[in-house]
């Protein structure tokens, strides 16, 4: 059983298209990070969202964090092809230290 | 400052043999945390140390283990390589032990059991 639900896991879309990937669980925590990984490299963190109800912008991408602290958003406005990636949601549970629980990833391909 | 660094970044084992995989983390980061990374699986969290104690342990066979030297360099070995060992090992390492204190990754070791 995943504990994060990453959806969805393949996505192919044009350029300048907006796209949602979602992060959802029935357990809450107390932060949650969006990672972007390239082929052959370790994730790169993208945002760390603390807050229920908190939204951060980073320039086209927008991430929200669920009041209830047990989903999130990530957001791409006008999707450029340099946002291929796999992109991960992480959650930190509470008192489990340095382990970080991850989404299955989505697969973003943009066109040009 | 330079970011985590992992040995090797490439290794071929046969099933059987035993591995050992390194990690130096960024300069005055004490924890480091391990995860295997496989296409059906995901990331899974491996093992944290922190001041050369495991602090946390995931779900993985005894043929995992791993230590932290005084200088917070952390190695895995992984002991009786099966063909399903096969994956990205990632190393990350953190300030402290805060639940805000931010991971980063490095670029993995990429074994390959046959």
């Known amino acids: 059983t995943q504990l994060l639900e990453q959806s969805p896991q393949f996505l192919s879309i044009q350029e300048g298209e907006n796209l949602t990937v979602y992060c959802n669980s029935s357990s809450v925590f107390s932060s949650l990070q969006w990672y972007r990984q390239e082929p052959g490299e370790g994730p790169v963190l993208l945002v760390t969202v603390v807050t229920g109800g908190e939204v951060k912008k980073l320039k086209r991408l927008t991430f929200q964090f669920g009041d209830a602290r047990k989903d999130s958003s990530l957001h791409i406005t006008a999707a450029q092809p340099g946002d291929t990636g796999l992109y991960l949601c992480?959650?930190?549970?509470?008192?489990?230290?340095?382990?970080?629980?991850f989404g299955q990833g989505t697969e973003l391909s943009v066109k040009p | 400052k330079a970011g985590v660094t992992q040995t090797p970044r490439y290794l071929i084992k046969t099933r059987g043999q035993q591995v050992t995989l390194s990690c130096s983390p960024i300069s005055g980061h004490r924890s480091v945390s391990w995860y295997q990374q496989t296409p059906g699986q995901g990331l899974q969290f491996l093992f944290e140390y922190f001041s050369e104690t495991q602090r946390n342990k995931g779900n993985f066979p005894g043929r995992f283990s791993g230590r932290q030297f005084s200088n917070s360099r952390s190695e895995m070995n992984v002991s009786t390589l099966e063909l399903g060992d096969s994956a990205l090992y990632l190393c990350?390492?953190?300030?402290?032990?805060?639940?805000?204190?931010?991971?980063?990754f490095g670029p993995g070791t990429r074994l390959t059991v046959l």
């Open positions: 990350a390492s953190r300030e402290g032990q805060a639940g805000t204190d931010t991971q980063y």
């Open positions: 992480a959650g930190d549970r509470y008192n489990q230290g340095g382990k970080l629980i």
